[in-house]
């Protein structure tokens, strides 16, 4: 067999100390000579930021808060290691022409302006935060063509349809199907769901994650946002993408073509894997993790998901259906409801009408450029802050 080569990529990770950071870390262990560590950026971890750069030697690191940059600095400059400190330095770092390729693996909102200042500089970005698209979608992918730019999901759902999707660009898609594992509360009744905490909500069946996409996943909202950010990615309509509840997280999506057949990817539940992909495209790179034994996995099954229970995937569908910075509101209104459901000042349940009140409040923009699209998130926090503190004070103590 012949051994596919690639060049050493010098990769800037945005997020680093974070549960998609510390894994691509991780793949870049496993591949020293395929990849090297250009620079690492962490917002309030000083710590963890300090110690993969003692480990991986990166030219530079950004710690987003300010206040941190004397630790980080005092740490690091014996190492010859740049440091810098704030979102302006976050998002001007991509521009180095030292860096081959970004991984985004910020959380919420906060990815969309590194994003697209990599972007304009020309830089192929490894897309691990979906809110970007969620928000900024038409922006995103406009700029990304503009200046002929890839984007490459890392999403394990959106990567598996980009890898079913391997030789067959020009042919069209008539569907494709996201699969959920349905998170820990697959199977419950809106009754059963009034008097949930969040530790039950981060109790993940399947997969290792941060705290807002733990709760994300628990209320179907994270295969909300994935449905738009298919939509972008993939030029397709809602009406064509299909979310089917899937427990085992082994088939991690499927395209269906004209013709009727469906290509699927499997795998184990490991975002190892769609983070290499991403990172070593086209190649596919050899590893020593576990592979698939369907010795094991002798049941796969799939189910239509629970809108009624779990209404925020059906508000994310009509967000994207909206369209303009209706994505948007959702995509801010759900990062203050998660926000506030895991410091326990709202209850499950009423994460969905948080949303749902900011989207019906904040006035719709059909076609906001970046200005409009900060704007609207920075009032729609505000808003659903507002709404936050009425609802915390009907909230009963568990």
Same mark, same amino acid.
């Given at each position: 067999?012949?051994?596919?080569?690639?060049?050493?990529?010098?990769?800037?990770?945005?997020?680093?100390?974070?549960?998609?950071?510390?894994?691509?870390?991780?793949?870049?262990?496993?591949?020293?000579?395929?990849?090297?560590?250009?620079?690492?950026?962490?917002?309030?971890?000083?710590?963890?930021?300090?110690?993969?750069?003692? %480990? $991986?030697?990166?030219?530079?690191?950004?710690?987003?808060? *300010?206040?941190?940059?004397?630790?980080?600095?005092?740490?690091?400059? #014996?190492?010859?290691?740049?440091?810098?400190?704030?979102?302006?330095?976050?998002?001007?770092?991509? *521009?180095? *022409?030292?860096?081959?390729?970004?991984?985004?693996?910020?959380?919420?909102?906060?990815?969309? @302006?590194?994003?697209?200042? +990599?972007? @304009?500089?020309?830089?192929?970005?490894?897309?691990?935060?979906? %809110?970007?698209?969620?928000?900024?979608?038409?922006?995103? =992918?406009? &700029?990304?063509?503009?200046?002929?730019?890839?984007?490459?999901?890392?999403?394990?759902?959106?990567?598996?349809?980009?890898?079913?999707?391997?030789?067959?660009?020009?042919?069209?898609?008539?569907?494709?199907?996201?699969?959920?594992?349905?998170?820990?509360?697959?199977?419950?009744?809106?009754?059963?769901?009034?008097?949930? /905490?969040? +530790?039950?909500?981060?109790?993940?069946?399947?997969?290792?994650?941060?705290? @807002?996409?733990?709760?994300?996943?628990?209320?179907?909202?994270? @295969?909300?946002?994935?449905?738009?950010?298919?939509?972008?990615?993939?030029?397709?309509?809602?009406?064509?993408?299909?979310?089917?509840?899937?427990?085992?997280?082994?088939?991690?999506?499927?395209?269906?073509?004209?013709?009727?057949?469906?290509?699927?990817?499997?795998?184990?539940?490991?975002?190892?894997?769609?983070?290499? $992909?991403?990172?070593?495209? #086209?190649? /596919?790179?050899?590893?020593?993790?576990?592979?698939?034994?369907?010795?094991?996995? =002798?049941?796969?099954?799939?189910? #239509?998901?629970?809108?009624?229970?779990?209404?925020?995937?059906? &508000?994310?569908?009509?967000?994207?259906?909206?369209?303009?910075?209706? #994505?948007?509101?959702?995509?801010?209104?759900?990062?203050?409801?998660?926000?506030?459901?895991?410091?326990?000042?709202?209850?499950?349940?009423?994460?969905?009408?948080?949303?749902?009140?900011?989207?019906?409040?904040?006035?719709?923009?059909?076609?906001?450029?970046?200005?409009?699209?900060?704007?609207?998130?920075?009032? =729609? /926090?505000?808003?659903?802050?507002? $709404?936050?503190?009425?609802?915390?004070?009907?909230?009963?103590?568990?």
């Amino acid at each position: 067999m012949v051994k596919q080569e690639i060049p050493p990529r010098r990769i800037a990770v945005l997020g680093s100390t974070g549960s998609i950071g510390k894994q691509a870390l991780e793949v870049i262990r496993e591949h020293p000579d395929h990849f090297t560590l250009e620079v690492l950026t962490a917002n309030h971890n000083a710590d963890l930021l300090i110690a993969q750069a003692m %480990e $991986y030697n990166p030219n530079a690191v950004v710690i987003g808060d *300010e206040r941190l940059y004397a630790r980080v600095n005092a740490a690091l400059a #014996p190492h010859f290691i740049k440091v810098y400190a704030g979102e302006q330095s976050l998002c001007q770092v991509v *521009e180095m *022409e030292t860096i081959d390729l970004v991984l985004v693996a910020l959380v919420g909102f906060a990815g969309l @302006k590194p994003t697209i200042n +990599a972007i @304009k500089s020309g830089k192929p970005v490894a897309l691990a935060n979906k %809110e970007t698209l969620v928000a900024g979608g038409e922006l995103v =992918t406009g &700029l990304a063509a503009q200046h002929g730019v890839s984007l490459l999901p890392v999403d394990s759902e959106h990567s598996a349809i980009f890898q079913c999707l391997a030789g067959e660009f020009h042919n069209p898609i008539e569907k494709i199907y996201l699969t959920a594992s349905g998170g820990p509360f697959n199977g419950f009744t809106s009754d059963m769901l009034a008097n949930v /905490r969040a +530790a039950d909500a981060l109790k993940h069946p399947n997969w290792q994650m941060g705290n @807002k996409i733990t709760i994300d996943c628990a209320t179907l909202m994270n @295969k909300g946002l994935e449905v738009i950010e298919a939509s972008w990615l993939f030029s397709l309509p809602g009406s064509a993408i299909e979310v089917l509840v899937h427990p085992q997280s082994i088939v991690h999506s499927m395209v269906q073509f004209g013709d009727g057949s469906i290509k699927a990817q499997l795998g184990m539940p490991d975002m190892r894997l769609p983070i290499q $992909y991403a990172l070593g495209y #086209p190649a /596919r790179l050899s590893t020593t993790w576990p592979r698939l034994d369907f010795g094991l996995h =002798t049941q796969l099954t799939f189910a #239509p998901p629970d809108m009624e229970t779990f209404p925020c995937l059906s &508000l994310a569908y009509q967000a994207l259906q909206t369209g303009g910075n209706m #994505p948007c509101i959702m995509n801010a209104a759900n990062e203050e409801a998660v926000c506030a459901f895991l410091a326990g000042e709202t209850g499950f349940l009423q994460i969905s009408d948080i949303i749902e009140h900011s989207m019906l409040n904040i006035p719709w923009i059909n076609k906001p450029d970046l200005d409009h699209l900060i704007d609207t998130d920075a009032e =729609t /926090r505000q808003l659903a802050q507002s $709404y936050i503190r009425r609802l915390k004070s009907t909230l009963k103590p568990n």
